[in-house]
């Protein structure tokens, strides 16, 4: 039940007005190389960057003529900020009056001084540290150059073993108003204790920990939020293969309807699950994932 809090970038919980948008374009290439993921060191073709540019400017300008306000999540298989044109849509989706949030899942290797072109009232980052392929003093100064900035971001870590004395060591050197989050690691089964060391680190862990029955439950995918392609083809979300229309051929119409699927064991998924109540721990932050209270 909404007890009345604030949605991503403001928005009210019951604004049909306003849209979420999970945008997913072509681009599959990575410069890090995770043993948990597939798309590793991945290396996309020159024309594959040229379709992910040209649908993600496509996408851009389409967002620049909407009557109705709009948020919008970049969840790009890969890192996306070191590619230009990014950082450019983020810039200028940032400046758009009807764009109440654009945020982006980035790994932090890019640069960051094109963040004072952008409006951070609107901007946000949702970064993730991958011990292994940053140094961590590196990564911890990427993390402190925002805060110097006054950008709005959380950071996060896989909940794998390994990673767990890493996490410490950055839950102690960041500030304590930065949320720093912990994703379940796919496949891992937690004893209670191990659940407990994580969640001692991240008190909203154990929504990740086991995956949430989502079939015939209440969702806002599909009608506030939904998940676009390059392509302009809309899902509900990016679990649901099912296609809801497009939105360059106006044949996208939202439609309030259950969730489909028997589970939904990811953050990007479940947080839209209405009986989680997750949109009132979110406040504010849906989309950057920052709990309400935390930030600036």
């Avoid at 990811?266 to 950057?288: K, M, N, R, S």
């Amino acid at each position: 039940m909404s007890t009345g809090l604030l949605a991503p970038g403001g928005a009210e919980p019951g604004d049909r007005e306003h849209l979420t948008i999970l945008y997913r374009g072509p681009l599959a290439s990575c410069d890090y190389d995770c043993p948990y993921c597939p798309f590793a060191k991945r290396r996309d073709s020159p024309e594959r960057l040229r379709a992910d540019r040209a649908a993600l400017e496509r996408f851009t300008g389409w967002a620049a003529t909407r009557a109705h306000e709009v948020s919008v999540l970049f969840t790009p298989w890969g890192e996306g900020l070191v590619r230009s044109w990014y950082r450019r849509a983020m810039v200028e989706l940032s400046r758009m009056p009807h764009v109440r949030r654009v945020a982006i899942q980035t790994n932090l290797s890019s640069r960051t001084d094109w963040l004072a072109e952008a409006d951070l009232d609107t901007l946000a980052l949702w970064a993730t540290y991958h011990p292994g392929q940053v140094a961590y003093e590196r990564f911890l100064g990427r993390c402190r150059d925002l805060t110097g900035r006054g950008v709005r971001f959380s950071v996060g870590v896989v909940g794998l073993p390994g990673h767990l004395g890493h996490a410490r060591r950055l839950r102690a050197d960041l500030p304590p108003e930065v949320y720093l989050w912990v994703n379940a690691a796919e496949g891992h089964v937690y004893t209670d204790a191990e659940a407990a060391d994580w969640t001692a680190l991240d008190p909203l862990f154990p929504y990740s920990r086991f995956p949430h029955r989502s079939a015939g439950q209440a969702c806002r995918t599909g009608d506030s939020v939904v998940s676009v392609d390059g392509d302009g083809t809309v899902r509900r979300c990016h679990f649901v293969p099912a296609v809801l229309g497009n939105i360059y051929d106006g044949t996208f119409r939202r439609r309030a309807r259950p969730c489909p699927a028997a589970l939904c064991d990811c953050h990007i998924g479940y947080v839209h699950l209405e009986p989680t109540g997750l949109y009132d721990v979110f406040a504010g932050g849906v989309l950057e994932r920052i709990p309400h209270g935390h930030g600036r």
